[in-house]
T-cell receptor, first 115, second 108 residues
């Protein structure tokens, strides 16, 4: 596609429920990243996929968070047993080759609100 | 963990004026990038400056880098209302390490 797309745009859920957020990267980009932006907290790295390599999960805040990338393209970020502090904008980005310092292209984000 | 720290946190100027935002970081870098974010959603890449560069221009944007002081600045010249956004610096590994950003308001 022309750019990174994410769905849904907005998600409201109740505390304790599971949510899935989807990211479609730019076609041909081998690297995919998830970030979280909480109010007043800036942008926080969550997870990084590069090709068929094992993902870098070092930014995931807890074991309630997980992500998959199927077929080297679409990625799903899953948050289990959501908590109110999970409320944030979740941003996905992709880059061409996953090289160090490469420009990343961001999607519009999913705004998650946990009640 | 956050690497870049932008300063000021908020900046309000009138159209036509220049806007300068600063970024300080903590560790050695290969390059540093600046991004813009409108309305709290997706980020747009503005410019990348490599560690062996001191200054870079792109249109109305001018970025400087001082690796000895671990700082960078973004200058927007002849600002427009459309420049109203949050601006972030990011130091780069495989993932980006962002600061909390500078919120710029440009009033007509």
């Amino acid at each position: 596609g022309a750019g990174v797309s994410q769905s849904p745009s907005n998600k409201v859920t109740e505390k304790g429920k599971d949510v899935e957020l989807r990211c479609d990267p730019i076609s041909g980009h081998t690297a995919l990243y998830w970030y979280r932006q909480s109010l007043g907290q800036g942008l926080e790295f969550l997870i990084y996929f590069q090709g068929n390599s094992a993902p870098d999960k070092s930014g995931l805040p807890s074991d309630r968070f997980s992500a998959e990338r199927t077929g080297g393209s679409v990625s799903t970020l899953t948050i289990q047993r959501t908590q109110q502090e999970d409320s944030a904008v979740y941003l996905c980005a992709s880059s061409l080759g996953g090289e160090w310092g490469e420009t990343q292209y961001f999607g519009p984000g999913t705004r998650l609100l946990v009640l | 963990s956050q690497q870049g720290e932008e300063d000021p946190q908020a900046l309000s100027i009138q159209e036509g004026e220049n806007a300068t935002m600063n970024c300080s970081y903590k560790t050695s870098i290969n390059n540093l990038q600046w991004y813009r974010q409108n309305s709290g959603r997706g980020l747009v890449h503005l410019i990348l400056i490599r560690s062996n560069e001191r200054e870079k221009h792109s249109g109305r944007l001018r970025v400087t880098l001082d690796t000895s002081k671990k700082s960078s600045s973004l200058l927007i010249t002849a600002s427009r209302a459309a420049d109203t956004a949050s601006y972030f610096c990011a130091t780069t590994g495989y993932a980006l390490n962002f600061g909390k950003g500078t919120s710029l308001l440009v009033t007509p």
